[in-house]
């Protein structure tokens, strides 16, 4: 059963940093695209920032400059770096991975870590 679990949330000040992980686990052969998203009170979930197996990122427009998407893969970790945070940061994160099984990928999701930006 793989399990994705978030760490590094919390309550920030604006233009302060936070740095979220994500760590998979639970029999993993190997992970495609790893990524954070978030889900603002009253909004959509929304994508923040994903990256490859390869290296490859690519971000939202809002957080372009601001967040660092990071991987390391012996330890199908993601991370992702966040500074100078703005309120409108504030959401709930979740990680989410491609996990693949033989000839299959299955999508995966943390639970979630709140995130908050005080003004």
């Known amino acids: 059963q793989v399990q994705l679990v978030e760490s590094g949330g919390g309550l920030v000040q604006a233009g302060g940093s936070l740095r979220l992980s994500c760590a998979a686990s639970?029999?993993?052969?190997?992970?495609?695209?790893m990524g954070w998203y978030r889900q603002a009170p009253g909004k959509q979930r929304e994508l923040v920032a994903v990256?490859?197996?390869?290296?490859?990122?690519n971000y939202a427009d809002s957080v372009k400059g601001r967040f660092t998407i990071s991987r390391d893969n012996a330890k199908n970790t993601v991370y992702l770096q966040m500074n100078s945070l703005k309120p409108e940061d504030t959401a709930v994160y979740y990680c989410?991975?491609?996990?693949?099984?033989?000839?299959?990928?299955?999508?995966?999701w943390g639970q979630g870590i709140q995130v908050t930006v005080s003004s």
């Open positions: 989410n991975a491609g996990v693949l099984a033989s000839i299959y990928e299955y999508d995966y």
């Open positions: 639970g029999g993993i052969f190997s992970i495609n695209t």
């Open positions: 990256i490859t197996n390869g290296g490859s990122t």
